[in-house]
């Protein structure tokens, strides 16, 4: 069984950076594309940035130069590297594997507020 989960959320000021961490246990995939989303209250779930297994990113446009999607193949982790937030990035972030199937972590708060 695939487990996805997600730590490092947390309340930060504007400005502020975050790390996110997500673990997957259960299986190792060989192909696979691993994503962050994100989801404001009231607004649906959107990419925030994706990583394939061959290194590939790709981000949303309100993110770019601000957060980096990186991976630790050995750990079976992917981390999302938040900079210079702004209150815009509330949201319950999710971590996402899409691998003969698609999984999905239990999710994790930030909150960018002073």
């Known amino acids: 069984q695939v487990q996805l989960v997600e730590s490092g959320g947390g309340l930060v000021q504007p400005g502020g950076s975050l790390r996110l961490s997500c673990a997957v246990s259960?299986?190792?995939?060989?192909?696979?594309?691993m994503a962050w989303y994100r989801q404001a209250p009231g607004k649906q779930r959107d990419l925030v940035a994706s990583?394939?297994?061959?290194?590939?990113?790709n981000y949303a446009d309100s993110v770019k130069g601000r957060f980096t999607i990186s991976r630790d193949s050995a750990k079976n982790s992917i981390y999302l590297q938040m900079n210079s937030l702004k209150p815009e990035d509330t949201a319950v972030y999710y971590c996402?594997?899409?691998?003969?199937?698609?999984?999905w972590g239990q999710g994790t708060q930030v909150t960018v507020s002073s």
């Open positions: 996402n594997l899409f691998a003969l199937g698609e999984y």
């Open positions: 259960g299986s190792i995939f060989s192909i696979y594309v």
């Open positions: 990583i394939t297994s061959g290194g590939r990113t």
